[in-house]
């Protein structure tokens, strides 16, 4: 294809899809055994975070040692998702699914059985690369497989099984960690795992356009894995380094200037891994910035909730997790339905809407204090997964539809991609907004409340504990200064939040301007019934 044709070019006239004779690559039954795998995946993304205490007594570990093993696993999957998706569309997106998910539940099984935190990091980031080939796999499969008419529906149960298992992570992991031990967190992805292989083995049917890439950019690939490298290690330690830091600005400099090349690369290659020219398409564009845009709001304002349910409140895991339920709940229901609203009118007024409420709960959660009740908290959380679904679900199809079918993957990979950006970008930004507030106003509170001054080799400990909504309170402290360090901290903290969740909701507010550049993809059309092998 030449470098001048545009991608979001009419569709060419194609045969009507034949029904699907039996059970393989019948539309629905694809759609249920692509979401098992996925479903085990975006677990994975939450669900440990609650074993990490575990894991850290069990085995000796440091605290490093426990971010390595979510960082291990964020990296793994940022970094390797648009080559994952460009290895789907050149051996075929049922392939590619059926090993990720072998590779993802004998990771999971290898972790359980792991006696040693460094083997434990090794599988996690094992699990990152194999839950690489599963995300844009799955979403090459529902675009080749669905009928356009129908594809919104089907984005918006994925969409709506990504979202409930993201959310429901941490239920899942206080459970299970609290009645059994942490191993049962990663074993639970074995019998999964098996349970997605037989049901890919039976119902899912491969689809290659025939137009496929037949090479590798294998220049592109390490550039760009490196560029994602520079660019997400830096958002995951800024918290640690600081922003300004010669490491921090080291990276993030070498990943503009990886990025860079990567795009005069990809200008001179045959087959490049993204065709640069797929940027060509306005609403593709659009729906990349939107989906970096949501998951820095949403991603970065999950992150502070958490702390603030468990530390200012008191919750357990499994509490919290529950006080969230109004969130997962609205985004159960609301994908679908938003699926079907977007089929109806398109995606440029469901995306904006959808934005706007997410910027209305993320001013209403900037709101939140240390006696909010249960009942305003889920007003907001609910309004939150009502605006989120409709973008999960509409930014997703304006990405993958308004790429050519032979470059499904890498717009799967794409999307993926931007969510992770997005979502390690919100939490370092909104981490440094809030570190930034409550070392301005930590000490001022301190000294109006009364309490004795703090030295100034202790204060960065004290902030970073504040910072997390934890009470920095020494042993033997007599209980009315335990009180008013307590009440000091949670304010302060409270305080920070609120300033992180006004700037989610400006993030949004500008999400929602990017929205009106959507539109349906032209090549949606390009679905069903093309290629079948």
């Not at 059970?23 to 479903?39: N, Q």
């Not at 503009?256 to 640069?276: D, M, Q, S, Y």
Request: glycine share 12%.
């Amino acid at each position: 294809m030449s470098s001048q044709t545009p991608v979001a070019h009419a569709a060419p006239e194609l045969p009507v899809p034949e029904p699907p004779r039996g059970l393989r690559g019948h539309p629905w039954l694809t759609l249920f055994s692509v979401a098992i795998g996925v479903m085990m995946v975006a677990l994975d993304g939450t669900i440990v975070a609650i074993a990490n205490p575990a894991i850290k007594d069990d085995l000796g570990a440091s605290f490093g040692d426990v971010q390595w093993i979510t960082n291990g696993y964020m990296l793994a999957l940022a970094v390797s998702l648009i080559t994952a998706g460009k290895l789907g569309d050149r051996f075929g997106h049922r392939q590619t699914f059926l090993i990720g998910i072998v590779g993802f539940a004998a990771a999971s099984g290898a972790i359980g059985f792991s006696s040693e935190v460094a083997l434990v990091i090794v599988f996690r980031v094992l699990q990152g690369l194999f839950g690489a080939l599963l995300m844009p796999a799955a979403l090459g499969l529902l675009r080749a497989t669905f009928p356009a008419e129908k594809l919104n529906m089907a984005i918006g149960i994925w969409g709506m099984v990504i979202g409930a298992s993201t959310a429901g992570g941490p239920i899942v992991g206080g459970l299970l960690v609290e009645h059994v031990n942490w191993q049962s967190v990663f074993f639970i992805n074995v019998p999964v795992g098996v349970l997605a292989l037989v049901l890919g083995l039976v119902f899912l049917k491969d689809h290659r356009a025939e137009n496929a890439p037949r090479s590798f950019d294998v220049p592109g690939i390490l550039l760009l894995s490196s560029a994602m490298f520079c660019l997400i290690w830096p958002l995951i330690k800024a918290t640690d380094w600081g922003w300004g830091d010669m490491k921090t600005w080291g990276f993030l400099i070498g990943a503009v200037v990886l990025f860079a090349l990567f795009a005069l690369l990809e200008t001179r290659v045959r087959e490049p891994l993204i065709p640069l020219r797929m940027f060509r398409s306005v609403p593709l564009t659009a729906g990349t910035i939107l989906m970096v845009l949501m998951a820095f709001a949403f991603l970065g304002g999950l992150f502070f909730v958490t702390f603030y349910l468990q530390n200012v409140h008191g919750m357990s895991p499994v509490d919290s997790g529950l006080h969230l339920l109004p969130l997962t709940g609205m985004m159960i229901v609301g994908s679908p339905l938003a699926g079907a609203l977007i089929t109806k009118l398109g995606p440029r007024i469901p995306l904006v809407g959808g934005m706007v409420l997410t910027a209305v709960a993320m001013y209403g959660m900037s709101g939140l204090d240390t006696n909010t009740g249960t009942g305003p908290m889920s007003v907001w959380f609910a309004l939150l997964g009502l605006g989120l679904a409709p973008v999960m679900v509409g930014a997703t199809e304006v990405i993958v539809g308004n790429a050519p079918l032979e470059l499904s993957g890498v717009a799967g990979g794409l999307q993926q991609a931007a969510m992770q950006v997005g979502g390690s970008l919100g939490t370092a930004v909104l981490g440094a907004v809030m570190a930034s507030r409550v070392e301005n106003d930590l000490p001022g509170n301190w000294q109006s409340a009364g309490l004795p001054p703090i030295p100034p080799a202790q204060m960065p400990k004290v902030s970073d504990a504040v910072s997390a909504g934890i009470a920095p309170v020494p042993k033997h402290t007599p209980p009315e200064f335990a009180q008013k360090i307590t009440s000091v901290a949670h304010d302060t903290f409270v305080s920070g939040m609120g300033l992180a969740f006004t700037v989610a909701c400006g993030v949004a507010i500008v999400a929602a301007l990017v929205a009106l550049f959507t539109k349906r993809g032209a090549n949606a059309e390009a679905g069903a019934g093309v290629g079948h092998i």
